[in-house]
């Protein structure tokens, strides 16, 4: 293709569709949270109009990128976009891990008479012995049980370590331009992915219905949840794409040159992939 | 006509249109729009907005502090008015501001037919108006607006009425634009320059909004992280803020203040870059030291993630903390000195003239480093526990904020208006308003460093009588700042409708390649790659 040509739409309707969506979602939601039920209502539609916004929008760069008016500069914006994207991810996640380890490093302890914190524990908490997990000395939430790192989270992350192989062998077949294996490595991928969910799923249940660990247990219930929660949100987003790109690949889209959907969702897989293994050591394990 | 050079196509329609594309007719253009500059314009339109909104608010507050005792608004009302001020300010005034400047100058700067990514221009603009909606309607709920002050300090803020969840859910769509516009003005510089322009022949205002843009992708979703914890906390019985649960409210001021320092450097660093666009082509010298003044802005943008502390030295921090802040923080006056230092250089001997981007330029280096040395002053631990939370910080953060970021963004208006509109605007007038910008917002805001000093405290409707005639003198120069700028909007509205014809140049000594095409630039610029020596 000409290396002058650098691909510029003319006019876009999507974004202007998925602000409503967005706005009717979060607001919906936040007249809810206020105890307006009907809101919940306008949140759905706004979540109908989101998820619409998505399929026309993608719908139309991928009819776009078929029809190969897309150059190679156009390809490196892309590609530097979904790099930076997955960084912003990343710091969105270290905000809640910041969390945890202040929790763990400083206000737990403090809150046991270390350091500088030791007035709280002698006027407040004076019988409140700084341990991790903990719900804190008003132990919010009741006794609970610690969730273990050796069952299923053991578990999962073999699971999730080893999509991340199917979906590298994946890559090799597309690379080879060698279509089944490019298929089934990521069928193999997106099972193992809601595999990896469902079964997180099922270890939500266990600690709600079986250890009375919730979201409300204190400080290790909030860190607990919060991150494996937004976890488990993105590698159900991951799926969908890799689920996305499967399909589109069992259309004959993609070869061994022009693939970078797939490679942008083999990324964003990898990041979930590693951060995974940040919760497993710091949330479940250590 | 070179009809091979750019493709355009409709969204509905799918061929290629090998013409060249005027503007769409009607309002629809602006809505639909994935050109550069008209949402550059847009940027620009609405920052001024919420510019007047977020000044109306200010001059509220200004009203009350006329004299001691509660005379025109309810305490928790006056908390309303400056949480809203500075939310309103920081997100939807001086921050959508700069990325106007970015969208119209990058381009133009680098010689790219476009963004990078457009169409996600397009939605990076287009969430701000209904972030702010969302945010402006809360004054309107039960409770009114957010009154814990733009920081959100837990658990204050968890103690507001309905308004929290729509602050939240507004902060989040503001930082979801800010993130998507921040990836793309990164990958326009990264991958977009005309051939030959390495990294260190960009212009220094490419380079700060580079940085700019990092810094908003490594920050805002610290703040999206920060905030959510507050809605869970409120809404979903987490116990991230609260000491009973093994939280700690502390907690949220060091997440607030890792996102919030870097957020000031967000707002400063693209008026450095103005400024450094500005003084060189008045002195009619290149940029002095341009290769210090690269490293001086990362080092600042590196050092914006270690300094975070020093704003809650009086929150009860150990000793070794209360030190590397404070260490850290005077650090930054070093490579802030060597930029200060490079703009006087620039002008050193040089053959200057005083229009008015030039003015607003000088008054920039010299009222900026007064904020600076403010600073100086509040990062030592034991000054600061005496100045904390009081108006001397309030008389700090304007002089950096005001006389700093927005002046800076003064001086780039009428720098590059000619270029946008293809008319000079009026001289005269922008002297006049100059001089008046300049002259009340230091009646307005000089006299708040004494009575920080003096003991007065911020964010209170009432003081003791002691602090009366100075804050008399504050609001005379609040009303006089604000006033003046209507004539801002007067002068920018003639040129826009008419006047001198605007040359290619502009300004003698131009110098870059916004200034080879010709004023007002065309709608479609750069299709083909311009050559860079």
């Keep these: ?286 | 006509m070179s009809a091979a050079t750019t493709r355009d196509a409709h969204d509905d329609a799918h061929h290629d249109d090998h013409h060249h594309h005027g503007p769409e007719p009607g309002v629809m253009r602006w809505v639909y729009t994935t050109n550069h500059k008209d949402i550059g314009t847009l940027y620009l339109v609405f920052s001024f907005l919420m510019l007047l909104l977020g000044g109306l608010l200010a001059l509220g507050i200004r009203t009350e502090l006329w004299s001691p005792g509660l005379q025109f608004v309810e305490p928790d009302f006056f908390n309303q008015l400056t949480t809203m001020h500075a939310l309103i300010m920081v997100f939807g005034a001086i921050m959508p501001a700069t990325v106007g400047f970015a969208n119209w100058m990058v381009p133009l700067m680098i010689g790219a037919p476009d963004m990078a990514l457009p169409r996600l221009n397009n939605w990076s603009f287009w969430l701000l108006p209904f972030a702010f909606a969302l945010l402006i309607s809360t004054f309107f709920m039960e409770g009114g607006a957010p009154a814990a002050g733009w920081t959100l300090y837990a658990p204050l803020v968890l103690q507001g009425g309905a308004n929290l969840p729509f602050a939240i859910f507004a902060i989040h769509l503001m930082g979801i634009a800010s993130v998507m516009g921040a990836i793309n003005i990164i990958v326009t510089i990264l991958n977009m320059r005309a051939p030959g322009m390495t990294l260190l022949k960009m212009p220094l205002f490419i380079w700060t909004w580079l940085i700019t843009a990092f810094l908003l992708v490594a920050a805002m979703p610290v703040f999206a992280g920060a905030v959510t914890m507050l809605l869970t906390d409120k809404f979903f019985g987490t116990s991230f803020f609260d000491a009973a649960g093994g939280g700690d409210p502390v907690l949220f001021q060091h997440i607030f203040w890792f996102f919030g320092h870097p957020e000031v450097y967000i707002m400063i660093l693209p008026s450095f870059g103005i400024v450094s666009q500005v003084i060189p082509t008045f002195a009619r010298k290149p940029l002095f030291g341009y290769e210090s003044m690269v490293y001086a802005t990362a080092s600042i943008a590196f050092l914006s993630f270690i300094v975070w502390a020093h704003h809650m030295f009086t929150v009860g921090m150990p000793l070794a903390g209360e030190l590397f802040f404070m260490y850290t923080t005077m650090l930054i006056a070093v490579p802030t000195g060597v930029k200060v230092f490079n703009w006087v250089a620039t002008m050193w001997r040089g053959s200057m003239t005083f229009e008015t981007p030039m003015l607003y330029a000088i008054a920039f280096v010299i009222l900026f480093t007064l904020g600076g040395f403010s600073g100086l002053m509040l990062a030592i631990v034991p000054s600061d526990f005496q100045y904390h939370d009081t108006y001397f910080v309030v008389a700090h953060f304007h002089y950096v904020l005001v006389t700093g970021s927005l002046f800076g963004i003064f001086a780039g208006v009428y720098y590059w208006l000619p270029k946008w509109t293809g008319n000079m605007y009026d001289e005269r007038l922008g002297k006049w308003h100059f001089w008046l910008s300049t002259i009340f917002v230091n009646i307005l805001f000089f006299p708040q460093h004494f009575l920080g000093l003096a003991g007065m405290p911020r964010r209170v409707p009432d003081y003791a009588v002691q602090f009366a005639d100075w804050n008399m003198v504050s609001s005379i120069g609040g009303f006089g700042f604000g006033l003046s700028q209507l004539l801002f909007a007067w002068i920018v509205l003639q040129c826009c409708r008419g006047g001198k014809q605007a040359t290619a140049e502009v300004w003698d000594g131009s110098d870059g390649l916004e200034w080879t095409v010709p004023s007002p630039a065309p709608y479609h610029t750069f299709e083909t790659p311009p050559a860079v020596r």
Aim: contains cysteine; neutral net charge; hydrophobic residues 55%.
């Design chain 1, 1 to 286: 293709m000409a290396e002058a040509q650098y691909y510029v739409p003319h006019g876009t309707r999507w974004p202007i569709m998925g602000s409503i969506g967005l706005t009717a979602l979060v607001g919906g939601f936040a007249a809810l949270l206020n105890g307006a039920s009907v809101a919940s209502l306008v949140m759905v539609l706004g979540f109908v109009i989101l998820v619409a916004m998505m399929f026309l929008w993608f719908g139309q760069v991928v009819r776009e990128s078929e029809s190969r008016i897309y150059n190679d500069q156009v390809d490196r914006s892309f590609r530097w976009g979904m790099g930076w994207f997955i960084f912003s991810e990343v710091c969105f996640f270290g905000a809640f891990f910041g969390a945890l380890f202040y929790a763990r490093v400083y206000s737990v302890p403090w809150l046991g008479g270390e350091g500088t914190g030791v007035a709280t524990n002698l006027f407040l908490w004076p019988s409140f012995d700084s341990v991790w997990p903990t719900n804190g000395p008003a132990a919010l939430g009741g006794a609970y049980q610690v969730m273990g790192a050796w069952g299923i989270p053991a578990l999962n992350t073999i699971i999730l370590l080893s999509s991340g192989g199917t979906v590298t062998w994946a890559h090799w077949g597309i690379i080879k331009d060698n279509r089944p294996q490019f298929v089934w490595g990521l069928l193999l991928t997106v099972v193992l992915g809601f595999l990896f969910v469902g079964l997180q799923a099922y270890e939500y249940y266990e600690a709600y219905a079986h250890l009375n660990l919730k979201l409300s247990t204190g400080i290790y219930g909030s860190t607990f949840f919060m991150l494996t929660g937004f976890h488990g949100a993105h590698v159900t987003i991951g799926a969908i794409m890799l689920t996305v790109v499967m399909l589109r690949g069992m259309r004959g889209h993609f070869d061994s040159k022009n693939h970078f959907a797939f490679e942008a969702a083999a990324w964003y897989w990898h990041f979930v992939d590693v951060v995974w293994l940040g919760l497993f050591i710091f949330v479940y394990w250590l």
